[in-house]
């Protein structure tokens, strides 16, 4: 039992440290998903065909495929352009390309959600088309959207593990070390799994919340 305890305070610290990569990750390639799904949603809904096309392409191709190849095309693609990236930078890129395809669906869904008669009273004041996306309707898709964004935002988390695969040192990739060091595999790995579910509950209750915020605004 002893040996055990030992092991629980040695591993916790080094654990944590993983963790807060995990949530530098999830929160950067969070940030670059959101930018680049805004990117794609403007495309998805112009007038221009090809744009149109090669959106809806991108977004099959992300969500339909494994994380990992997806990892594997991005660190190896880095690589044959010379960049030289660090492996926490590139595990970023991978998780901002992929969330951008789920959270562009999700700006989609809320744009049309937009009640019409908003848009039609900003164009009888006059604004511009540009000012009516920007103050109309992305302020209110931001607000209509807000718990698929927590959820999406536990996606990138949970899937951050896979980064270890590209030697990323998040707490799966930290947990394995301690294993290979220390083994006692299962007392390491619940020690992540209980760090993973205590962010993930957090994160799911306050989605709760905004759902249930969202649900009784709308019978008001």
Known sequence: MGTVYNLILYATPLLLKGALVTAEIAIAGMALGMILGVILVILRISNLKLFQGLVAVYVSFIRGTPFLIQILIVFYSL?????????????????????????????????????????????????SKVMIFIRIKMLQVFHIVKPQMVSEFINAIKVTPILSTIGVAEITRVATRIVSRKLHPVTIYALAFIIYFIVCSILESIQTRMTRKKAAEGRR
């Open 79 to 127: 690589a044959v352009l010379g960049l030289d990236l660090s492996n926490t930078l590139t595990g970023i890129i991978a998780v901002g390309l992929n969330t951008s395809a789920f959270i562009s669906e999700v700006f989609r869904t809320g744009l049309n959600a937009i009640p019409k008669g908003h848009i039609e009273a900003a164009k009888a004041l006059g604004m």
